[in-house]
């Protein structure tokens, strides 16, 4: 900051430049990612009409929910790449685009098959919209308010179940047969079109750089500026340089491991949640199930966002630990409780508020790490390899499902072996970090 501005004036300015640019980007950012999200997991709802229509079964269900993940896993870094090329703006606005086009298309879809072709298809075109938004969110924010920012935003992957849910369950009980369209179908036709409008506005609403942000004041915009080319410096001293760095980068692909098992013990969750509610919950009408399934990320979204509101060093890992050891005991305690549905419920409640948690307390991790076009790659990879949990853990689920024949209790299994993966993976991280970090060596 300039020292010509006095300290509690400078903090002023800083204060004013925060709320600012939180005005103007978080919530479009947010409701970007939650359309994305209801996208994502609404084949959870569409699921109970394709097994009449399809006669799908638990194992071609994972299938079907998770090859969206190799799609997405396969074009992710070339996606980011090339956002770092042309622009945030344009990238985010075609990203939304094409991925409602093709959520909307599912609709039509007349086999199996073609829902294969049509998840995969719509991993592609989504690849790169979070990553995107992390680095975007590094251009705007220094380090002391970005792992707020983050969480933040995060909020909307559960805000996006608590929205999905009961609407996915209403549309299911009240547009089933509207205009010769089965309610399934609906589903994927309401999801799909936000996300074509929300292109547009992304296109005329966001700011690509500071440095171009006319609703900010000359001051503003210099203090801003400054202190993220300061901290950029500092950070380039120690991240990997360049893309081709990144990606060979030993602590990355540590951290990508990381965040697989973290979303691991998350992703079962979101796509098999509304079954474990039927199953427990016997006789319950769609609407209903709608309603139940968005109780636990109901929670988790103002956990969320309680913790992030939290103050914590810069790439602290005690919270993301503590949140990871909660949920295994409490996704414990619902793989034995399956039989008294209060208990159980209670129990699932704890441990999807603990497992959505830890996403958002992650990604101060990595953050406070990269730099550059490194933070465009390495946060790519990060994630998309991460993301690969999206295809392996609902896929595993409904895999062991069908071969315990029917026993949840058993599939609930992959997230508490997740969950303590992830638990051993950070922890070491953070182990072989402490020394580096007063010894200024960076390299895993």
């Not at 179908?185 to 171009?212: K, Y």
Request: charged share 15%; proline share 4%.
């Amino acid at each position: 900051m300039n020292s010509s501005i006095p300290r509690v004036e400078g903090d002023v300015l800083q204060a004013n430049t925060i709320r600012k640019i939180t005005r103007r980007i978080v919530p479009l950012l947010m409701i970007g990612y939650i359309v994305s999200y209801i996208d994502r997991i609404n084949i959870s709802f569409a699921k109970f009409g394709m097994e009449e229509t399809f006669g799908m079964t638990a194992t071609q269900y994972g299938f079907a929910a998770g090859i969206f993940f190799v799609g997405y896993v396969l074009a992710e870094v070339p996606s980011n790449i090339i956002m770092n090329k042309v622009g945030a703006r344009i990238w985010l606005s075609r990203i939304l685009l094409t991925w409602g086009i093709i959520a909307t298309l599912t609709a039509f879809a007349t086999s199996v098959e073609m829902v294969y072709v049509l998840r995969f298809l719509l991993g592609v075109a989504e690849a790169g919209f979070f990553p995107g938004i992390l680095v975007y969110l590094t251009r705007w924010y220094p380090n002391a308010q970005r792992a707020k920012v983050i969480s933040t935003v995060m909020v909307a992957i559960p805000v996006a179940s608590v929205l999905g849910s009961p609407l996915n369950g209403w549309i299911l009980d009240t547009f089933d047969g509207a205009l010769g369209l089965d309610g399934w179908r609906w589903v994927f036709v309401v999801g799909g079109l936000p996300a074509v409008l929300l292109g547009g506005v992304f296109f005329v609403a966001l700011t690509e750089t500071p440095r171009e942000a006319k609703w900010l004041s000359e001051a503003e915009r210099t203090w801003l500026v400054e202190t993220l080319a300061a901290e950029n410096a500092e950070r380039a001293r120690t991240a990997p340089a360049g893309h081709l760095a990144a990606l060979r980068n030993k602590r990355v692909l540590a951290l990508c491991l990381a965040y697989f098992l973290v979303l691991c013990g998350a992703y079962p969750l979101a796509y098999w949640m509304p079954t474990v509610v039927k199953e427990v919950g016997d006789g319950l009408s769609s609407t209903q199930i709608g309603w139940l399934s968005a109780v636990p990320f109901l929670l988790a979204a103002i956990g969320m966002d309680v913790t992030g509101r939290l103050g914590r060093a810069e790439g602290a890992s005690r919270p993301v630990l503590v949140a990871l050891g909660i949920s295994v005991v409490a996704f414990a305690i619902t793989a034995f409780a399956l039989g008294s549905p209060l208990v159980a419920f209670a129990a699932i409640t704890v441990a999807t508020m603990a497992a959505q948690t830890a996403k958002p307390l992650f990604w101060s991790v990595p953050t406070a790490y990269l730099a550059g076009a490194g933070a465009a790659s390495g946060i790519a990879l990060i994630n998309s390899l991460g993301n690969a949990a999206g295809f392996v853990s609902p896929y595993a689920f409904g895999w062991i499902k069908d071969f315990s024949g029917g026993r949840t209790g058993f599939a609930i299994a992959v997230m508490i072996m997740a969950n303590v993966g992830a638990l051993l993976v950070i922890g070491v991280i953070a182990a072989r970090s402490r020394p580096r970090r007063a010894s200024s060596v960076e390299t895993v």
